[in-house]
């Protein structure tokens, strides 16, 4: 008989969080899950925490291969779970006991292919809720679906725009339980990487939305995402990231176009691009970055004249933003590359005094 859930976690050189993260897997209130651990290649002893693991509780199933990255060691994941719905969770991240037994039962009652919780930003100091404002719980339902949740995945429209900080808040794999038939059935998977940089997580939702007929938002923080790890896929100075963006987007495109989703979905794809300046732009000012402040403005400079991004910009509107957001994108419309410098390098500082 198959288990409820299936919980795939990808696993590379996480020897230090590890074990918080399975602890708290293994106490969940819902006792029919599967945890399919798969270790991408890891050279410290994240193997061997795995196995010992394992051997104390039949419910971890453990799958060793080589490195291939988070996009192989989730799909290898999915390759192998066999529950009625799938999760993820991050191995230096961890949950609270009832989240998947919460998330199931509402599945079930509400009859939904994706359930999505809120997450606390874990900064070892302190904690920061993600606020989502939206009530305690909502559904939505058949072309809702695609309407305010794919295409939000895809970009912001409208007021939407007058929170950066929100763009790919609703794109994450981990907040969210997925019906297994929906992902297995329409064979989605995770792109790799190297191809588009970033952004696995949304690119794989805006697929799952597409075939999904319901889907419920609980208002709860039961994952907590830990954001201390130094040596996370998510840190660090990315030199193709344009390059990556630019697959990224063309690979968006082209399932709007095939899909036939409308003007909207262009123009939150167009929006998606000129608000990804900003990610572009901490890219390159980044202390990973070791260049000097010259070379950087100059890398500034090249990315807001791209192509794709100087089109995008001639229909972005910044009538919708703060002040603060506004004088920054207006620098980023006008490619006034010092300015932009400037501004991203305050908003770095900031970002460190806010956490």
Known sequence: MKPKVSIIMPIYNVEDYLSRSIDSLISQTLLDIEVIAVNDGSTDNSLDILHEYAAKDQRIKVIDKENGG???ARNAGLANATGEFI?????????DQEMYEEMYE???????????????????????EKQFNLP?????????VQEKVMRRLVGPLKEEVANPELLDAWGTVWSKLYRADIIKDNGITFTDLSVIGTNEDSLF????????KTFSFINKPFYHYWRVNSTSVTTGYKPKLIDNWSNLYQIIEKLIKEKDLGDDFYQALNNRISMNTLGLGLNEVSKANKR???????????????????????EFELGQFPIVWRAFYFCAKQRFALGFYLMLSSIEVLRKIIR
């Open 106 to 128: 509402t599945a079930i009652v509400d009859g939904a292919d994706i359930v999505m919780c809120s997450y606390m930003r874990e900064f070892g100091s302190h904690s920061k």
């Open 70 to 72: 988070v996009s192989s």
């Open 205 to 212: 939702n805006i697929e799952a939305f597409y075939y999904t």
């Open 292 to 314: 000097s402040p010259v070379t950087k403005i100059n890398r500034l400079n090249q990315i807001l004249h791209d192509h794709r991004i100087k089109r995008s910009f001639k």
């Open 136 to 144: 305690e719980k909502i559904t939505y339902k058949a072309n809702d």
């Open 87 to 95: 999760g993820f969770v991050d191995p230096d991240d961890w949950v």
